[in-house]
């Protein structure tokens, strides 16, 4: 969700009014993904280097995220929308990991939409993580070390009872992954998109959809193959 910044400097306002637009942006898409099909969906909230802003940005970022929790938890359960939130959430404040557990809890019945809102994460760390689950396993005897294969750590990766990623959207003209889902993109689509996150709306997510349509997904294997089916075969 990157722009937010910039889109309020813009205008001669502070950061943070950006980022307050950029909610709007959230709920927008939210609808767009529910009204698309889309099953789920991962929004980039806070990386693990956005602690190193300036921490007056970091305070109001971290007050927004109690706020938009307590205040959107209602209207995701009248929508059917599943909220989960991934990533190192033991480094935020007491009551902001109250608010994720409620959020979670308050909508865990709900199965259309899940909606991930990736807090404190980084697609290194998810590795590392992982890693360490396995490792942990490996240590208690339950596990050996011919057992380690991709699928293996695929279960310990966030989003793993997820499907896989189709298409990675990153906005605000940017064109790097910059430590999101790094495991998890390994055959996504790429989307840059040079709308600034809260002038991210109908036309622009209508632009990325039509522009992942258009692609062809391989997998590996040659165009002829995947176009016909009976080379496929
Ligand atoms: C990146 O823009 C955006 C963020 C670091 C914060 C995004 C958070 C929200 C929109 C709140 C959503 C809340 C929930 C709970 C889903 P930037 O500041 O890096 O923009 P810039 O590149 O223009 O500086």
């Given at each position: 969700m990157d722009g937010n910044g910039r889109w309020a400097e813009a205008q001669g306002k502070p950061r943070v009014v950006g980022h307050r637009a950029g909610v709007k942006s959230v709920r927008e898409v939210v609808r767009l993904c529910r009204e698309a099909g889309v099953g789920s969906l991962t929004l980039?909230?806070?990386?693990?280097?956005?602690?190193?802003?300036p921490p007056r940005e970091v305070a109001l970022l971290m007050r927004l995220f109690i706020t938009v929790l307590r205040r959107e938890v209602k209207l995701l359960k009248k929508n059917n929308v599943r909220l989960r939130v991934i990533g190192?959430?033991?480094?935020?404040?007491p009551k902001l990991q109250q608010r994720i557990l409620e959020a979670e809890a308050e909508t865990a019945?709900?199965?259309g939409l899940t909606l991930n809102v990736a807090a404190n994460y980084g697609g290194r760390w998810d590795i590392v993580q992982a890693t360490r689950q396995v490792a942990l396993q490996l240590q208690q005897g339950?596990?050996?070390?011919?057992?380690?294969d991709e699928s293996m750590l695929q279960r310990f990766?966030?989003?793993?009872?997820?499907?896989?990623?189709d298409l990675l959207i990153r906005t605000g003209g940017e064109e790097r992954?910059?430590?999101?889902?790094l495991w998890q993109c390994a055959y996504s689509e790429l989307f840059f998109s040079e709308a600034l996150w809260p002038d991210f709306a109908d036309a622009a997510f209508a632009e990325a959809l039509d522009a992942y349509a258009s692609r062809q997904r391989r997998f590996g294997k040659t165009g002829a193959q995947v176009a016909d089916v009976t080379v496929a075969q």
């Open positions: 980039f909230a806070f990386s693990s280097e956005n602690w190193n802003r190192d959430t033991q480094a935020f404040e019945d709900c199965d339950e596990l050996s070390v011919d057992q380690i990766m966030c989003l793993s009872e997820q499907p896989e990623m992954i910059s430590n999101f889902l």
